[in-house]
C-alpha cells in the first residue's frame, strides 16, 4: 500500500505544481494598493459611524469631497463631536490607504453662502436642536421643521440646502443635517 501512494502523491504535487498548485504565483492574489485597500479598513475603523459607503450615518456626516490630507488632519486632530484616533488604534499606513479611499468617494460642491430669514432661523436651530443628540433625537420634529423653513424660503440655494438636509434627516443620516446646520448657523467652525 504505501508503495502504490509515493508514486501517487509525488505525481500529484508535479502536476500541482504544473497547473499552478497552491504554491505558483499565478495563484496568489494580486496586491492591493491605494484606495481599493483602503475600503475595508474604513468598513472596519469608520463605517459604523460614516456609514459603510461614507455617505453618513445619523450619528456622523457622510465625508465624500475631502482629500486624503485633510482626511488624516481629521482623524489626528479632528473639529467637532469626532475624537482623534491616535497611531496607536489605527498606523499611519492605514490611515494614509483610508485616506485614499475617502478622497476617491464622490464629493458634493461646497454649499453657496446663505442668510435664512430670522423664521427660517428658529426653525433651523429648533431643527439642529432635534437631532443634536443622535441618541436621542427627535427625528420628527426635526423633519417638521425643516419642512418649515423650506416652506418659507424664497431664496433659491436656501431651498436647495434645506431639500438637501430634510432628506439627509428622513433618509437615517442626520449626522450629515447636524454637520451642515452646525456651520450654516455658526455654531461650529467649518473645516
Excluded at 486632530?77 to 485614499?100: F, K, R, T, Y
Excluded at 438637501?164 to 428622513?170: G, K, R, T
Aim: glycine share 10%.
Amino acid at each position: 500500500m504505501r508503495r502504490r501512494l509515493i508514486p501517487l502523491i509525488t505525481m500529484t504535487s508535479l502536476i500541482l505544481t504544473a497547473c499552478g498548485g497552491a504554491d505558483s504565483p499565478a495563484s496568489q492574489p494580486a496586491a492591493i494598493s491605494g484606495a481599493a485597500a483602503g475600503q475595508p479598513l474604513f468598513a472596519l475603523n469608520c463605517g459604523e459611524c460614516h456609514g459603510q459607503d461614507g455617505t453618513g450615518t445619523d450619528e456622523a456626516p457622510g465625508i465624500g469631497g475631502h482629500d486624503a490630507e485633510e482626511v488624516i488632519e481629521q482623524v489626528r486632530n479632528p473639529v467637532g463631536d469626532m475624537e482623534a484616533i491616535a497611531s496607536e488604534a489605527l498606523s499611519d499606513a492605514d490611515l494614509q490607504l483610508i485616506a485614499e479611499f475617502v478622497a476617491s468617494l464622490p464629493g458634493e460642491e461646497a454649499h453657496p453662502e446663505i442668510s435664512p430669514s430670522e423664521e427660517e432661523r428658529v426653525h433651523l436651530v429648533a431643527a439642529y436642536e432635534a437631532i443634536e443628540d443622535y441618541e436621542d433625537m427627535d427625528r420628527e420634529a426635526a423633519i417638521n421643521h425643516l419642512g418649515q423653513a423650506l416652506a418659507i424660503a424664497t431664496d433659491e440655494a436656501a431651498i436647495a440646502i434645506y431639500e438637501e438636509l430634510l432628506e439627509a434627516v428622513e433618509t437615517g443620516k442626520s449626522g450629515t443635517t447636524r454637520h451642515e446646520l452646525k456651520e450654516l448657523l455658526g455654531l461650529e467652525e467649518g473645516h
